[in-house]
């Protein structure tokens, strides 16, 4: 159980297009979903946090008008990069938190979508 | 100074050996600690899950939990080298908080 899928896996843009993400829980359900960035060889770096049906708490630093989140379900959530540029390349993950059966402070992770932008 | 502590590695050992992997942390309020494992361009993958002080052992894994020192440690034993990979360890805050506040990662390499 507790399994977290990513779409697409890998993307490759051009500059100043945006691209989503989608985020689903497929077992479970999830009150609540993050999203991390990672640079090669560095950790994770929390983005944001979003809980299903409210708007999405981002970390400082982070652009909400340029990473747009959306969690509509308790089973997906997006995560829209807009007008990307070469820098946002980076590998992108998701996790959710299982909402019931004791493991409400385990979060599963996705298995990561990486994104080029040209 | 960071929160969790790591040494990023990289860790070579033979096939067989008996691993550990440690973290110190700064934060006394944490409460749950978590081992996850990275293979390379996949996400991390949940291996241990503690809560406060003390030892859980899974399989081949053992974590252990020292809160009077804020150390963590994740024991491998008998390493194959299909355990090569970064190994997380993360930290959580209690009272349901939600943030989990990750180390930088070790890279573990197991040579046949």
């Known amino acids: 159980g507790a399994v977290v899928s990513q779409h697409p896996s890998w993307v490759i843009c051009k500059s100043g297009t945006s691209v989503k993400i989608e985020c689903r829980s497929l077992?479970?359900?999830?009150?609540?979903m993050f999203w991390y960035r990672q640079f090669p060889k560095q950790s994770l770096m929390l983005m944001a946090t979003s809980n299903e049906g409210s708007k999405a708490t981002y970390e400082q630093g982070v652009e909400k008008d340029k990473f747009l989140i959306n969690h509509a379900s308790l089973t997906l959530s997006t995560l829209t990069v807009t007008s990307a540029h070469p820098e946002d390349s980076s590998f992108y993950i998701c996790s959710a938190r299982d909402r019931g059966r004791g493991s409400r402070d385990t979060q599963y992770f996705g298995p990561g979508t990486r994104l080029t932008v040209l | 100074q960071k929160e969790v502590e790591q040494d990023p590695g990289p860790l070579s050992v033979p096939e067989g050996a008996i691993v550990s992997l440690n973290c110190t942390y700064s934060?006394?309020?944490?409460?749950?600690f978590m081992w996850y494992r990275q293979y390379s361009r996949k996400g991390p993958e949940l291996l241990m899950y503690?809560?406060?002080?003390g030892n859980k052992e899974d399989g081949r894994f053992t974590a252990q939990v020292d809160k009077s020192s804020k150390y963590i440690s994740l024991f491998i034993r008998d390493s194959q080298p299909s355990d090569s990979a970064t190994y997380l360890c993360?930290?959580?805050?209690?009272?349901?908080?939600?943030?989990?506040?990750f180390g930088t990662g070790t890279q573990l390499k197991v040579e046949l």
């Open positions: 934060n006394s309020a944490f409460q749950y």
């Open positions: 993360a930290a959580l805050l209690g009272g349901g908080g939600n943030k989990l506040t």
């Open positions: 077992d479970f359900q999830a009150t609540t």
């Open positions: 503690t809560y406060s002080s």
